[in-house]
């Protein structure tokens, strides 16, 4: 089965990063994973987005059209990709910045106070790990216990401070959705 | 052994150092240049040398140069960038040296923009620079594959004294997928018989290629076809998927190919016969298989992210045994799965039609 994520946001808001831990974890559960960043030319104040696919046979493209997962962090993202949720797909984003205008009935849509709840934590630019801890319960497509294996492995040992933070944020994230 | 999750082109840098990489130039543009960035700090690890020259004429020479001394050499750009190295290029295939360049291809003619394309197929396959050359040219479609036939690329170099291109473009080149970094047993190649080493005990030697001499320049050039032809005979890469059974078979090589790959397997679970040819070698071209495929089906659908060049291979192959249809975009877009699902759905579709008619 192929699930098609969107993570977009503006840069800064560790987009890419949210995209790697997931590209990461699913690699850990032996998936078939692309990450595809948005690169080159774009513009300050802008979006910055990745795409990423996980599915359990080759991928064709690691660019996504249509999207199973939309995760958000900031209006300007949240207008520009809106419509590229498959119907029945999840939308998931930071509702301490956005504000869901859009009004899709046909889809499921997940206000996460994101920003919020990183700043009680540590600090709200953390806000990507929260939405990746909710992103993790929701569609159960990566193992939580993967995720935080990948945060151990990828931020360096003489970080450990943020290693601990991060797992603690996605720990937050996930336990704010009931199973 | 354990998979790595890697962009195209750090895999493509990493690979290289694995091969025994030592000397790379090269001049800055996207989407490539995580190559450079990476081999600027790992190259140096590994005692090798790494220059960012003050253009891409000056690093495709530099590589020139440093093949002639029987090192491991690398250059790697991005469509508009390989234009400016072809005059060294063709240099290079004259003199029989070993090198590897790497093409990321982006959108053309011109400066295009930066996103993938397959644009410079026959900028890679006929030749590009001057002269009756041609290079080894590999189209891998995957970062596993960059990795593999980046190391592959540096043996054959060698083995066949020959530039090998690896033709990518910036879907794989920017994507990251999980690698496993095997290493085959690198062979090794004695250059003592023809390297500038220094003339020590020894009579001095000249790599050129200025060829005065009364019909020297001709025997040259037949030793370089006779190369090429043994190449069609025994260098020929390319995988095929389901086409046992197809009555259409696509043909598309890099991420074209992938692509298509997503869209037929959807139509055969719609029951249409539908298979992929997928060409590794974009020369040598494997048109002995297309010619004994076409007199067993009828139709091929060439799908390219250009406006048709690989579909002129196909058709001469083919030489009128069947239909040759063509699905294409040019550079500068992203294409989805989705554009090439429906395509290929109406070019099968139009053939149930035909059927029954």
Redesign the interface.
């Known amino acids: 089965m192929e699930k098609r994520i969107i993570i977009a946001g503006s840069g800064g808001q560790g987009i890419l990063f949210l995209g790697?831990v997931i590209?990461?974890a699913a690699?850990k559960q032996n998936k078939?994973?692309?990450?595809?960043?948005s690169?080159?030319?774009e513009i300050r104040g802008g979006t910055a987005n990745c795409m990423v696919v996980v599915s359990d046979e080759?991928?064709?493209?690691?660019?996504?059209?249509?999207a199973d997962y939309l995760i958000v962090l900031n209006q300007a993202s949240y207008n520009k990709f809106m419509s590229r949720v498959t119907p029945n797909g999840y939308l998931i984003y930071d509702a301490s910045l956005i504000k869901n205008s859009h009004g899709r009935t046909d889809i499921n849509i997940y206000p996460v106070e994101a920003s919020k709840e990183a700043s009680l934590i540590a600090n709200p630019k953390l806000a990507n790990m929260i939405l990746l801890g909710s992103f993790i319960k929701l569609s159960k497509l990566i193992e939580i216990d993967k995720a935080i294996e990948t945060i151990e492995e990828i931020i360096p040992a003489k970080r450990k401070e943020m290693i601990e933070i991060n797992k603690k944020l996605i720990l937050r994230g996930f336990s704010l959705f009931e199973n | 052994m354990n998979k790595v999750l890697m962009k195209g082109n750090e895999a493509v840098a990493e690979a290289a150092v694995q091969a025994g990489l030592k000397f790379y130039a090269g001049y800055p543009i996207t989407p490539q240049n995580e190559i450079p960035e990476y081999l600027s700090k790992r190259l140096p690890e590994v005692g090798g040398v790494f220059i960012q020259a003050e253009s891409e004429i000056a690093a495709i020479n530099m590589i020139y140069g440093a093949s002639a001394c029987g090192v491991r050499v690398m250059t790697s750009s991005s469509s508009p960038g390989i234009s400016l190295k072809l005059e060294a290029i063709s240099y290079l295939a004259a003199a029989e040296l070993p090198a590897v360049i790497v093409n990321m291809m982006r959108g053309g003619p011109g400066l295009g923009n930066i996103s993938g394309s397959q644009a410079d197929y026959f900028q890679a396959v006929k030749g590009g620079g001057h002269g009756d050359y041609r290079l080894l040219v590999y189209a891998p479609f995957s970062v596993q594959e960059l990795w593999d036939y980046t190391i592959l690329a540096f043996e054959k170099a060698d083995e066949l004294r020959t530039p090998v291109i690896i033709l990518g473009d910036g879907v794989i080149a920017q994507m990251m997928e999980p690698v496993i970094q095997r290493m085959p047993e690198l062979k090794n190649f004695d250059k003592s018989s023809w390297a500038l080493t220094g003339a020590k005990g020894r009579p001095s030697r000249i790599i050129r290629t200025l060829l005065m001499g009364e019909g020297e320049l001709e025997k040259h050039n037949w030793k370089l076809q006779e190369k090429y032809k043994q190449w069609k005979e025994k260098e020929v890469k390319y995988e095929t998927y389901f086409i046992d059974d197809s009555e259409v078979v696509v043909v598309a090589f890099g991420s074209a190919a992938r692509i298509a790959l997503s869209a037929i397997k959807k139509l055969r679970q719609q029951g249409i016969k539908i298979g992929l040819l997928r060409p590794v070698t974009l020369f040598p071209f494997p048109e002995e298989l297309i010619r004994q495929i076409a007199q067993e089906i009828e139709r091929f659908i060439v799908v390219e992210f250009n406006a048709g060049q690989m579909v002129e291979d196909v058709k001469l192959a083919v030489n009128g045994m069947s239909e040759v249809y063509f699905y294409g975009r040019p550079g500068g877009n992203i294409i989805t799965a989705e554009d090439v699902y429906e395509a290929l759905s109406n070019m099968t579709a139009k053939e149930q039609v035909m059927a029954k008619i």
């Not at chain 1, 078939?32 to 960043?37: K, L, R, S």
């Not at chain 1, 080759?58 to 249509?66: A, D, H, R, T, W």
Request: aromatic share 14%; no cysteine; proline share 9%.
């Open positions: 790697k590209a990461h690699m078939e994973v692309t990450w595809f960043p690169y080159g030319a080759l991928i064709g493209s690691p660019i996504v059209k249509i």
